[in-house]
Every structure is written in structure tokens, then in C-alpha cells.
């Protein structure tokens, strides 16, 4: 065993004397590679991955998690300032469904589930008020918690007490609350009204106007805040809306447009010009019942008919004349004969008569502009101009049945924008980057395997020479075994007596092939 030990030693020291110090460099170089690739590979596939197990917690909540993860030997990181806990995760899964049946963490609020397992005969109806009233306003916090842009939120409720007598008005309740804001959330439309709507409806003889609403700046949100109230309001109204029809014609146009030529190949911008005028009138209208001939329903008809035939009724004298004469018409002459006629008709017609209180939306689109970006990477040029008009006859019609027929005509093809570009960055939100292994690393993992494949060639080859002259080295000093003279010999003589003669004299005249027949010996062994 030794001896092979030995025999790997020489030949190590051997192979590497023969080296150049280019070779020599490569060598520890590919070797110290190698392991550094290791140590890495090895670092990252025993790194343990933390994922969150709870967030947003409470300290009295941290303190439970920590609590029992330390009773469990559980690793885990605490950061956020304290309120978020993250573990292993392999372990992530499991944990949350063994925590939650202990009922960790706990907040310490009383809910409504509490009445049911708690029940007792002994609670006293104080008690019971102080304890239902805590519940709601557990419940109504986590209510609006569940509201997004919310983070978190704190209610305090103040409930009038009973009236003794009948007599006695009911005082109305009231309520305070703090929430917490996400940051660089702003609450649009009518959010804020919501809001106050929610908790009014949720605790009873609670009327909007008894609820105050802050959030952690101690900035008040007033319940018409969102209605134009004032200036800003106005401003931030109007903006909101101006806002929403925007995004709304863009999500449109961009689905619409994505179809045809794919969504990450297309962008879409809409500007709109909204009036915010708001008018209110009354009008009085009187319209005939046939228009065509401009007349009314008659309503009602009167018609006189008065007619005399006889002596002395010629018509004739002075018209107006005599005590019983009519008015407007000849006296007849005494001693004539004659006759008269009379006719009279009066007719009352009724006309259409339309009252209209008119109040006029509070906004419309006055106008309308729409920009459309497509990348001309993956569109054909012949198709170019089919692709254009397809987008214009899409746009034109969106933009006349959206832009308010009381502003005049309008052209839709001065209201579009259609560029053909090359896109140089991606149209699509980048995802959260996950962990992935660098290039750098894949470059020089492929690099070392090559070397070391090298090297193992090399080393291959070596040995085979190593090989080849070692059997060289054995055959020829057979040879030479063979071809040694003989020594003339006493009778008396042995074999070996005389082969010992022969070796001494090899040795003296021949050492180089001496030394050869006894390593070629020592290797047969």
C-alpha cells in the first residue's frame, strides 16, 4: 500500500515539474473556480427562504407569535418595526393552520362570537352593555379594515342612554374614527359618503352628521367633501370625473385595438375636455294640437242665428238708430217691406300648454382626443394601411357617440392620432422580480465545466503516455534482461550465484538500464 502511495507521489511531482507556469496557473486557478462555484451553489441551495406568516400585526399580537414560535423551535424574522413575521417556507403553510387553532394571534376585542361562547346566566345587563357595545365597535372597525386604501382602524362609539320617561326624546348616538391610510392612497368619488353611510347604517340612531372621520395626519374627512362643496372640492370633483371617463375610454379602445393587433403592441391615450356647467330652468311652452295646420282642439262652440221677414223690416236708416235697435246694424224705415238676417258663431279652442323644470347634467364631453401608438415590429407593411383604417373607423365612431351633440358638429378625423413605431421597451407592467440565478453565474459555471473537462482530457491523455512508456520501460529492460551477456561461471557455481555476477556487472557498466529493469521489476509487483 505504501508503495502505491509512493508510486502516486512520483508521478504527481512528475506531472506537475513537467508543466509550464501557464499550465500550472490554469490548473489552480479552475481548482479555486471550482470551489468557489461550489461554496455558492452550496449557499444558495441551503439559504433558507422566509416568506411573511402574518402582517400588520399588532405588538401584544407579536408577542403571542413570538411566544409560541419560540416554544416550537420555529426560526423566524421579525421586521416592519415590529409588525410583520416571517418563517420559513416550508413551514408557512402549516404554522398558519396550527396558529389558528389556538386562536393566535389574538387582538383581545370582543366580537360577536363572544355572546355565544360565553354565555352566562350571571352577566349583568351593565355588563352585557359594555360588552356588546365593545363588540360592535370591534366589528364595524374591521368592516371598514376591509376597505381598500384602509389599513387599519380604530372606532370609538358613544351610545346615549334609554330614556326613563316615554316622554323623553331619544338622544342620537355618535361616533369617532381613525383610520389609517395607505400610503399615497387618495380616496376618489364618492368614497368618502360611502363611508360615513356604512357606519350610520351599521349602529342605530347614528345620522352622518354625528360621525367625525380622520385619518393618521389628523386630517378630517368631511361627508360632502367629494360634492363640490367648495373650490377644492369642486377641483378634486371635477378632476375625478374628468379622470374616470378617461381611463374608461382608454381601457375601450386599448381592449378593442388589442385584439386586432395584440395588447402589448398597442398604447392608448385619451384626452377629454368635459363642461361642468351645470343650469337649471324652467320652460313654459304653448303648442297647437295639429302642428301642420296650426290650430287648437276646440273646446267649445256658440252659434246665433237670428233671421225677420215682414212690413217695415227693409233694412235700411241709420245704423245704431232707435231704442231696441242692435248695434252695428241699419234701423229699418217705417212703412217699407223687408227682411234681415243674423248669424253669430264663436268657437274657444285649447292649445297644448307644457311646464318643464329642466336641470341639466352636471357635466358632459365637449370634446375628445385619442392617440394610438402600435408597434410596426410585428405588422406586415402591406397590411399597414388596412390595420390604419380599421383604428380610424373604430375611432370616429367612438368619438361621435361620446362627444355631446349640443357643442356643434364635430370631425372625428381631427380628434384621432395614429402613429407606426418601433416600441423600445415593453408596453406591460413588470412583475415583481422573483429570485433567479444571474447570467454571470450560468457564463461561469460553463466556463469551469469546460475547463475541467479539459483538464480531464489532458489528464487521460497523460496517463496513457504514462502507460505507454512505462510498457516500453518494461519491455525494454526484458530485453536487455535477455540480451545480457553471459559470465563465464566456476562449475561450482549456482544459477543464482551466477545471476547476482550478472546484475553486478549491469550495475557497473550499464546503471540507466539497471535502474530500468528494477523499476520495470518493481512494477510487476
Known amino acids: 500500500m505504501n508503495e502505491k502511495i509512493m508510486k502516486l507521489n512520483e508521478k504527481a511531482k512528475s506531472f506537475w515539474t513537467k508543466r509550464s507556469k501557464g499550465q500550472k496557473g490554469l490548473i489552480i486557478g479552475s481548482m479555486l ?49 415590529g409588525t410583520t413575521v416571517l418563517v420559513p417556507e416550508e413551514q408557512a403553510d402549516g404554522l398558519l393552520v396550527d396558529l389558528a387553532g389556538l386562536g393566535i394571534p389574538d387582538s383581545g376585542n370582543i366580537d360577536y362570537s363572544f355572546f355565544s361562547e360565553n354565555s352566562s346566566w350571571g ?28 389599513n387599519d382602524a380604530t372606532v370609538m362609539i358613544n351610545m346615549p342612554k334609554d330614556p326613563v320617561f316615554v316622554s323623553e326624546a331619544t338622544q342620537p348616538a355618535s361616533a369617532s374614527i381613525v383610520i389609517e391610510t395607505a400610503p399615497g392612497y387618495r380616496f376618489e368619488g364618492n368614497q368618502i359618503n360611502s363611508l360615513y353611510q356604512l357606519v350610520s347604517k351599521a349602529v342605530p340612531n347614528l345620522l352622518p352628521e354625528n360621525i367625525t372621520i380622520m385619518n393618521q395626519y389628523s386630517e378630517y374627512f368631511d361627508m360632502n367633501s367629494q360634492n363640490g362643496s367648495g373650490f377644492g372640492d369642486a377641483y378634486t370633483f371635477q378632476q375625478t370625473v374628468k379622470k374616470d371617463i378617461e381611463r374608461d375610454l382608454q381601457r375601450r379602445v386599448q381592449q378593442m385595438l388589442g385584439t386586432m393587433v395584440g395588447m402589448e403592441n398597442v398604447i392608448v ?22 302642428p301642420e295646420t296650426m290650430e287648437g282642439l276646440p273646446v267649445s262652440v256658440e252659434t246665433i242665428h237670428e233671421t225677420y221677414t215682414g212690413e217695415g223690416a227693409q233694412a235700411g236708416g241709420v245704423a245704431g238708430t232707435g231704442d231696441e235697435d242692435i248695434t252695428g246694424y241699419p234701423g229699418a224705415e217705417d ?11 264663436t268657437i274657444n ?14 357635466y358632459k364631453v365637449r370634446d375628445l382626443g385619442i392617440q394610438v401608438a402600435i408597434d410596426e415590429n410585428d405588422l406586415d407593411p402591406q397590411d399597414r394601411a388596412v390595420v390604419e383604417e380599421g383604428i380610424t373607423s373604430i375611432l370616429n365612431s367612438i368619438i361621435t ?125
Request: hydrophobic residues 40%.
Open 349 to 362: 279652442n285649447e292649445f297644448n300648454r307644457i311646464h318643464k323644470d329642466i336641470v341639466e347634467s352636471p
Open 33 to 81: 473556480a471550482v470551489i468557489a462555484l461550489v461554496a455558492v451553489v452550496s449557499i444558495f441551495a441551503t439559504k433558507t427562504n422566509y416568506v411573511p406568516l402574518y402582517n400588520n400585526l399588532s405588538l401584544q399580537e407579536v408577542g403571542q407569535i413570538k411566544t409560541e414560535l419560540d416554544t416550537r423551535g420555529v426560526p423566524y424574522e421579525i421586521q416592519d418595526g
Open 269 to 290: 391615450s385619451v384626452t377629454a375636455d368635459i363642461d361642468f356647467t351645470q343650469e337649471n330652468r324652467v320652460e313654459e311652452i304653448i303648442e297647437p294640437a295639429d
Open 401 to 525: 357617440t361620446s362627444v355631446d351633440a349640443g357643442y356643434g358638429e364635430i370631425t372625428p378625423e381631427e380628434k384621432t392620432s395614429i402613429v407606426f413605431q418601433e416600441f423600445s421597451g415593453g408596453n406591460e407592467q413588470a412583475a415583481e422580480p422573483a429570485f433567479t440565478i444571474p447570467v454571470w453565474m450560468y457564463i461561469v459555471g460553463g466556463v469551469l465545466l469546460l475547463i475541467i473537462v479539459l483538464l480531464l482530457i489532458l489528464l487521460f491523455k497523460r496517463k496513457r503516455n504514462t502507460t505507454m512508456e512505462e510498457y516500453d520501460e518494461t519491455a525494454f529492460t526484458t530485453e536487455q534482461v535477455q540480451t545480457v551477456p553471459d559470465i563465464e561461471a566456476a562449475s561450482d557455481e549456482t544459477e543464482s550465484a551466477q545471476r547476482k555476477k550478472q546484475l553486478e556487472k549491469m550495475a557497473k557498466d550499464k546503471p540507466e538500464e539497471f535502474a530500468k529493469l528494477l523499476r520495470g521489476w518493481i512494477g510487476e509487483d
Open 335 to 345: 212703412g217699407n217691406d223687408g227682411e234681415y238676417e243674423y248669424i253669430k258663431e
Open 123 to 150: 352577566i349583568t345587563d351593565n355588563e352585557f352593555n359594555i360588552m356588546k357595545l365593545d363588540a360592535m365597535q370591534s366589528e364595524l372597525a374591521n368592516l371598514i379594515k376591509s376597505i381598500d386604501g384602509i
